[in-house]
């Protein structure tokens, strides 16, 4: 099993800030990582997959990097409608694993 | 437009069974590997299960090998989700999940998910 860890489980921002969102691998992974976010109530949404590629219709303030152990999602400006909780997932071998989350809060 | 409908939720006794249904529509079914997702109240996710599109190849977490069961049926566009020896640690809302790639291969990226249906375990 790959254990991740996703930081910070709880981040504090404003709107306009750019955040960042790192998730860390036990083992690597090259980029089989994927990105969600979350709203209460609803559904996961796709954001990122293969580490970097951002899914059809989502925002491009939206950005993932990294490969191997190391990842990162980047929100460059941050609207309203980004607070939510987000997770990182790797899917290089099953069980497939998901991150502890973070939810993102307005300041 | 994809449209994925989950069924069968429900409050079920410790050591009890339900089987969960999704109704799948909006794409060619048969092409896409799908997988169950499931979430504890105000916890994060978990990924349960996965199953080829042609349903040759399944795939369980640790937790809940040999206790459930994933299956398909392609000719009436539907996942199945079995489950036995119910565990108060089950207790989750567990979504029904598509796969990004059309390759029907399992990958474990889930593309489009449906709303999602509570399963209770309590006595």
């Known amino acids: 099993v790959i254990w991740m860890t996703q930081s910070p489980s709880l981040l504090s921002a404003s709107t306009g800030d750019r955040v960042t969102i790192s998730c860390r691998m036990s083992?690597?992974?090259?980029?089989?990582l994927a990105w969600y976010q979350q709203k209460p109530g609803k559904a996961p949404e796709l954001l990122i997959y293969a580490a970097s590629t951002l899914q059809s219709g989502v925002p491009s303030r939206f950005s993932g990097s990294g490969s191997g152990t190391d990842f990162t999602l980047t929100i460059s400006c941050l609207q309203s409608e980004d607070f939510a909780t987000y997770y990182c997932q790797q899917y290089y071998s099953f069980p497939t694993t998901f991150g502890q989350g973070t939810r993102l809060e307005i300041k | 437009e994809v449209q994925l409908l989950e069924s069968g939720g429900g409050l079920v006794q410790p050591g009890g069974s339900l089987r969960l249904s999704c109704a799948a529509s909006?794409?060619?079914?048969?092409?896409?590997?799908m997988s169950w997702v499931r979430q504890a109240p105000g916890k994060g996710l978990e990924w349960v299960s996965a199953i080829s599109g042609s349903g040759g190849s399944t795939y369980y977490a640790d937790s809940v090998k040999g206790r459930f069961t994933i299956s398909r049926d392609n000719s009436k566009n539907t996942l199945y989700l079995q489950m036995n020896s119910l565990r108060a640690e089950d207790t989750a809302v567990y979504y029904c999940?598509?796969?990004?790639?059309?390759?029907?291969?399992?990958?474990?990226?889930?593309?489009?998910w449906g709303q999602g249906t509570l399963v209770t375990v309590s006595s």
């Open positions: 999940a598509k796969d990004l790639a059309l390759s029907g291969m399992v990958q474990g990226v889930v593309v489009d």
């Open positions: 083992q690597g992974i090259s980029s089989y």
């Open positions: 909006g794409f060619t079914f048969s092409s896409y590997a």
